[in-house]
């Protein structure tokens, strides 16, 4: 499942994200209360306000007990590891980036 979000939209409702993972606002309400990295935002109303992390977390969580029929408990740890791996795709790719910007610069310095 790969939910598409309004690149102009810093935060959802909600009513949105039920909408978008068609399940109900009380499910995602108790996914909260049961993993600890789905903690969104509140305005001073106490509205939840849900950021793309927190949709990308949904979107996980979803996976694992919606469509692999995951437990909570076997939901949490999957979700740890696949948290963790994602934290280090993204430090290899910043790693790699900063790699490709150093030897452009030396191969137009070579070229210079």
């Not at 306000?49 to 408990?73: A, N, P, Q, S, W």
């Amino acid at each position: 499942m790969k939910i598409e979000l309004d690149k102009d939209k810093l935060y959802y409702s909600i009513g949105e994200v039920s909408e978008m993972f068609d399940v109900s606002n009380s499910l995602i309400r108790y996914w909260e209360t049961e993993f600890s990295k789905l903690r969104p935002q509140k305005n001073s109303r106490g509205d939840r306000k849900y950021t793309e992390k927190d949709i990308r977390v949904l979107e996980t969580i979803y996976v694992l007990v919606k469509d692999k029929g995951y437990t909570i408990e076997g939901a949490k740890k999957a979700l740890k590891i696949e948290l963790a791996a994602a934290k280090k795709r993204d430090e290899i790719i910043s790693k790699l980036k900063k790699i490709k910007k150093s030897l452009l610069d030396l191969s137009k310095s070579l070229s210079d």
